[in-house]
């Protein structure tokens, strides 16, 4: 008999936690993805800008706060957070401490150009050539923008767009502290 318990409990046990793991599923966030980079040195980047002929250097700014916002020209999410992205940098562009770049994502160079000849810009951008950078920082795909504190630490990971609250947070939970910070 105590046998026949000992299995029972087991299978309830199974049971129980099956339908905890079905509850979690049916009410979490599915766009909820581990940002195992969080905490992590930013991988280096030296890539070609998309505007001018030259190479920018992500260690050039060590020392700085540094957005990187992953985008395409076909990315609809892209466009929607476009002008929050603006925003962005036209809030923080006076602040010798922080910089903000896109970074092009399995594009055309052609239309990323018209791109941001429509949609407006007043940030650099370069072109993941072969997509390392986006390998690199673990994209899962565009949107995606990524917060580098001062010592060139990953600090925070946005995957989808930033608009509405995800800017505000952004913008006065992210930014803004880490360039309060003493350099």
């Given at each position: 008999m105590k046998r026949f318990e000992t299995w029972h409990i087991f299978l309830?046990?199974?049971l129980l936690a099956l339908v905890v793991l079905?509850?979690?599923?049916?009410w979490g966030d599915p766009t909820a993805l581990p940002p195992v980079i969080i905490s992590k040195p930013a991988p280096d980047?030296?890539?070609?800008?998309?505007?001018?002929?030259?190479?920018?250097?992500?260690?050039?700014h060590l020392g700085?706060?540094?957005?990187?916002?992953?985008?395409?020209?076909?990315?609809?999410?892209?466009?929607e957070e476009h002008r929050f992205l603006l925003a962005i940098q036209k809030r923080f562009e006076?602040?010798?401490?922080?910089?903000?770049?896109?970074?092009?994502?399995?594009?055309?160079?052609k239309l990323a150009k018209e791109y941001l000849q429509i949609h407006g810009n007043n940030?650099?951008?370069?072109?993941?050539?072969?997509?390392?950078?986006?390998?690199?920082?673990?994209?899962?795909?565009v949107p995606e923008t990524f917060v580098?504190?001062?010592?060139?630490?990953?600090?925070?990971k946005q995957i989808g767009p930033v608009f509405?609250?995800?800017?505000?947070?952004i913008v006065e939970n992210v930014i803004e502290p880490l360039l309060n910070e003493p350099a």
């Amino acid at each position: 008999m105590k046998r026949f318990e000992t299995w029972h409990i087991f299978l309830l046990a199974g049971l129980l936690a099956l339908v905890v793991l079905f509850y979690k599923g049916l009410w979490g966030d599915p766009t909820a993805l581990p940002p195992v980079i969080i905490s992590k040195p930013a991988p280096d980047i030296t890539a070609p800008a998309l505007l001018e002929a030259k190479n920018i250097s992500l260690k050039a700014h060590l020392g700085k706060v540094v957005v990187l916002n992953f985008w395409a020209s076909w990315c609809l999410e892209c466009k929607e957070e476009h002008r929050f992205l603006l925003a962005i940098q036209k809030r923080f562009e006076n602040n010798p401490d922080f910089v903000m770049y896109g970074v092009n994502y399995q594009d055309q160079e052609k239309l990323a150009k018209e791109y941001l000849q429509i949609h407006g810009n007043n940030f650099e951008h370069m072109v993941d050539e072969k997509g390392k950078i986006s390998i690199d920082y673990g994209v899962y795909g565009v949107p995606e923008t990524f917060v580098i504190d001062r010592k060139g630490i990953i600090r925070h990971k946005q995957i989808g767009p930033v608009f509405g609250d995800v800017y505000s947070n952004i913008v006065e939970n992210v930014i803004e502290p880490l360039l309060n910070e003493p350099a």
